[in-house]
């Protein structure tokens, strides 16, 4: 066990910095979502004050070189003993090798951004925002990394600016807030008979149902159809519209047994979907999995594995 711990603090951009410890285990990463003027202010708290390197896949790598000699050359200067074939199929390079760095896509170039950061054999490593912005399989890949750093014993530490990236990357998630840490709830998971899976109920639609959420001295009510998906955290309630999200009173629970008749399912302990929205449901590594939702951002919600089932089973995918 390593302990990463913080001590408030005033950094220079004036957001304070609350106190924290937590105890990292080498078997399983720590994933803390945050703002993003509260995550900056912790980079640049681990950087000035602890020392500690934070991997953010900006710098370091030389646009004229191509993907193969970046791996060649980080290989040596690293003294990593995995043969060159190896590293390129690891992180899934072999087909961009020959490219020179400026003609990568993001994905592509961040994949060399793992492949430097594995080499490097640092026994904690800190990755700010390892996932944004790139495809399904360099998020793949990225998982796969956290597995084999898990395996070799090495911590790590991912920091992210939402919920969802939270979950998907480690089972013990926090939530880092002014007022302090808190753990994400990870739902438990329990297996659960065909009898028991076939007895959840189908929604159909059936009745007139509004959630009320309130914005500033106002209350807008929205129809369920509108609603991507609801999320909680901090103990509190939030709808998604349009990229938007609104605090509401209901509990998740509460908007659960309401929302059913209109085509929403509770997918995940802190998550509830509209179906009609679900686009894609993608399986990652380690048997964790997510569902696509069809908006312009194309949001990804946690899917329980003792959910997946009823999910297959609603959309008639067994």
Known sequence: MKEFSVKQTNTMNRVVLPTFSIEIDRNQPVAIYSDVDLQT???????????????????????RLSVKDHIIFFKKWFSCSIPLRELLVMFDLQDC???????????????????????????????????????IKTINIFLQLLQQMQEEERSTVVLVSTAEQALLLSECAYHLRSEGLQQLEVEQEVDRSDEQIKTDKNPIVEQLFKIPAKVDDKVILFDPPEIDFIESHSGK???????ESFPVDLTLTEMEEKLELYGFYRCHRSYIVNLQKVREIITWSKNTYSLRINNSTQSTIPLSRTKLHVIQEIFKLK
């Open 41 to 63: 202010a912790l980079v640049e708290y681990l950087t000035n004050e602890k020392e500690q390197f934070v991997y953010d896949c900006q710098d370091g790598l030389y646009e």
């Open 97 to 135: 090798a020959t490219k020179p760095l400026r003609k990568c896509l993001i994905s592509e170039a961040r994949r060399v951004y793992y492949a430097k950061y594995y080499m490097m054999q640092d026994e904690l490593l800190v990755f700010q925002e390892p996932i944004s912005g790139v495809n």
């Open 237 to 243: 309630a939030f709808i998604y519209v349009h990229n």
